[in-house]
């Protein structure tokens, strides 16, 4: 801890977000007014002047100024080691509340002692519904997923679609998105930091099945709303991202199930690809006026199957050298 105790501290990570950053603290401020609550940013090494605009309009906020990009959890990591909370509001820069979000949270953990983690319900910009509470990955899914099984089962209990909980009820999940979740400081003391293994992707993952081996439960309460751009990363860098989450999922399924089924799962994977390649191929013979529009979707799955076999190119979003797209500021959520 690194000052007097509060009830909350909201951790935000920023790195090349600068006016999405201040938009989000702007109205962060306006739902904390009734909370004893600090506010903690992480810059990850950002070069478009972030920390220097953030200390110039929030004093108050406790800046943490990397020197290089950590990752999600890294940089999460850092703050919570400092932070006086007895909660921690993990919140994307994207990721802006609505009124009485946050004591929402608070609250539900106050009235649930079993409790480690809660997600609240995640809405797009246009206010449609955005899945956030999910099944873990498993090598049993993967298959099923790539096999396209899922569709043809979405609610099997053994292999459905990862998101198919209903968001409109509380629930208690295997775990939440992390662009916006509360923790307990006790979680975070008891069953450790972030795995930095994983640079992003997953590592949300893997804390909340950690949490629900050491006894914690999940929630999700949809009565609690969080307004999440999300996607703003240019169309230049989606090959990275992909990379990055399917190194992060592989490294998921060996650290949980071991490498025979992550071989299996990578395997699975393959073949999925080929499955896809083969249908966009058919497509193509069959409606040969598409062809134009269905060929990019099989030179996607060409270099994702590449990927998978080792052939492809590997850097992902760590290796990204230039900054992120994400800048354009969002407005403040009514």
């Known amino acids: 801890m690194d000052g007097k105790p509060v009830t909350l501290s909201v951790i935000i990570v920023s790195y ?41 309009r929030f004093p108050q906020v406790k800046m943490i100024e990397m020197d290089r990009n950590l990752g999600f959890g890294g940089a999460n990591n850092r703050a919570m080691e400092k ?33 480690g983690a809660v997600g609240p319900r995640l809405d797009n910009p246009d206010g449609t519904l955005q899945k956030s509470c999910y099944r873990f990955p498993s090598p049993m899914r993967a298959i099923a997923e790539n096999m396209l099984l899922v569709s043809a089962f979405p609610n099997n209990p053994l292999w459905g679609d990862y998101r198919a909980f209903e968001h409109d009820t509380r629930l208690y999940v295997d775990f939440v998105s992390g662009a916006a979740f509360l923790i307990r400081r006790e979680v975070f003391e008891k069953i450790g930091p972030f795995d930095e293994g ?40 989606k090959d990275r991202q992909f990379c990055e989450f399917h190194r992060s999922q592989l490294r998921f399924m060996r650290k949980h199930y071991g490498p025979f089924l992550e071989f299996v799962a990578r395997a699975s994977m393959c073949q999925g690809a080929v499955l896809r390649m083969t249908i966009w191929s058919l497509r193509c013979v069959v409606q040969p006026s598409k062809r134009a529009e269905l060929k990019p979707q099989i030179e996607l799955w060409g270099r994702i199957l590449k990927w998978y076999l080792g052939k492809g190119p590997h850097e992902g979003i760590r290796e990204l050298a230039q900054p992120s797209a994400q800048q354009a500021a969002a407005p403040p959520i009514a």
């Not at 990721?95 to 649930?112: I, N, R, S």
């Not at 439960?217 to 009565?223: G, T």
């Open 16 to 56: 090349n977000t600068r006016e999405m950053t201040l938009t989000c603290l702007d109205t962060l401020f306006e739902r904390l007014s009734d909370l004893d609550a600090e506010v903690w940013v992480v810059d990850n090494g950002s070069q478009d002047g972030s920390a220097e605009a953030i200390r110039a």
């Open 83 to 115: 932070a006086n909370g007895r909660f921690f509001l993990l919140l994307n820069s994207d990721a802006f509340p609505h009124a009485g979000a946050v004591k929402g949270l608070c609250d539900f953990l106050e009235t649930h002692p079993d409790v």
């Open 198 to 237: 994983f640079f992003v992707y997953a590592e949300e993952t893997d804390w909340q099945l950690r949490m629900h081996k050491n006894g914690w439960k999940v929630a999700f309460i949809p009565d609690v709303t969080v307004v999440h751009y999300g996607g703003q990363s240019s169309v230049a860098i």
